[in-house]
Structures are given as C-alpha cells and as structure tokens.
C-alpha cells in the first residue's frame, strides 16, 4: 500500500531533550515536506526537500533541523524543544513536478 | 504571496442539509486548489483538487467545489450532509511553477452535522 508513515505518533518529552520524529514514504517521490498544524492557524510548512541532500528551509523552520539522506526518509529533528513547537506535525511527499501531496497521519508533539 | 481564507471555524448542518463551506484565495495568477479533510485524530486525505481543467471538480464522498475566478473562490459544496462528514476541511492554495510548491493552507472549517 502506497503511503506515507510518521513514528512516533504520539511523544510527550521535557524542553531541552533532543528528538528526533521519522517520515517514510514508499512511493520513490522525490519531494517531501514538514508541517505543523496550531489551532487556528491551519498548516505551515517548516522544512522541505526537492531530492537527496537537498533540503531549505519553509516557512517557520527555527528550532527544527532536517537531513535527506535516503529517498524514503525525512526525519524531523528538535535539537532542544521547547513549549512552543508542541504541536502536531504532518510528513507529506509527492513526485519531483508533481500538484498532489500525500501526507502522513500526523506526530503529536507535547513538549513540558 | 499567496494566502487562502476560510469564512467560518465552525459551520453546523443538520443532517440532509446542504454543506457550503467557503475559501476564498489570493494569488497573482490561477494556482492549483485543493480541500483536505481531517477527521478526528486521523490525517490529511485529498477531497479534490482544482489543477486548471474542468471548473467545476468533483471529489469523494459526494462533495464538489467550483473554481471562480472573477470571485477569487473554490468553495465546497455536497447536496445532502451525512453523520460522517463531520470534520475538518481546509482549503489549500499551490503555485503552479514547479521547484518548491508548499501548500498554503487556510486555518480551517470544522464541520458539525446534527442529527
């Protein structure tokens, strides 16, 4: 089955404590992307990459770090959370040029 | 830059009853359009997707949203509101050049449909 997997899906954790949120995806896109959702705010984009090794920065990327090593994965890390980045967090990939995402099922992130 | 409103957080429906959920979007030149929709504690699943072909869109479960551009608008519609469409339904704006694409997303409609 074609999708795209987060883990953990739920994380309590204290501020200051590194952690890292994985993506997967097995559909070979080549373009994956983080989001976090706050209410009332909708979605916004924190860190996206076009292929392996490339990765920039979204819209609201303090606090968070990202690498490509592989195709299939996209982790999220939070080097030192704080209160702020508890949220929840979607993963989504598509193909290179492609219009549709196919996004995660979501992390829900409390930070204490 | 692009931006995506949704009027109303909240719309209850009684079941049977229309659904009309509202986006309204600003962009430069004719973007790609889309509604998700989250039902509780689950993700993001694509209802439809606007990408310059036929104006009028129809999508799963019954909705359909119409692309206007002399109102700058993609509003959701389904004829009869079952117990199960209550959720949440954002709407979402892309740019059509390829490279970075992010969706812009509105702050979200939740949908309650009364018995």
């Known amino acids: 089955e074609a999708q795209v997997t987060q883990n953990p899906r739920y994380l309590i954790t204290v501020t200051g404590k590194k952690l890292t949120v994985t993506c997967s995806q097995n559909m070979n896109h080549e373009y994956m992307s983080w989001y976090r959702q706050d209410p009332g705010l909708g979605l916004r984009q924190i860190y996206y990459?076009?292929?392996?090794?490339?990765?920039d920065k979204g819209d609201v990327p303090e606090g968070y770090k990202v690498s490509r090593k592989e195709k299939r994965n996209f982790p999220l890390i939070l080097e030192s959370p704080s209160p702020n980045q508890t949220s929840l967090y979607f993963c989504?990939?598509?193909?290179?040029?492609?219009?549709?995402?196919?996004f995660g099922p979501g992390t829900r992130l409390l930070v204490l | 830059a692009q931006s995506v409103t949704q009027l109303g957080s909240h719309v209850s429906v009684s079941e049977g009853a229309l659904v009309l959920l509202r986006c309204n979007y600003s962009s430069s030149v004719p973007p790609y359009l889309f509604w998700y929709v989250q039902y509780p504690n689950q993700g993001l699943q694509l209802l439809l997707k606007?990408?310059?072909?036929?104006?009028l869109v129809k999508g799963i479960n019954g909705f359909e949203a119409e692309f206007k551009k002399s109102e700058t608008s993609f509003h959701l519609t389904k004829p009869s509101a079952h117990m199960s469409d209550a959720a949440e339904y954002f709407c979402a704006v892309s740019d059509i050049s390829p490279g970075n694409t992010p969706l812009v997303f509105g702050k979200g409609t939740r949908l309650s449909v009364i018995a």
């Open positions: 989504a990939s598509r193909v290179r040029d492609g219009v549709t995402q196919y």
């Open positions: 606007y990408t310059s072909a036929a104006t």
């Open positions: 990459s076009m292929n392996v090794e490339v990765t």
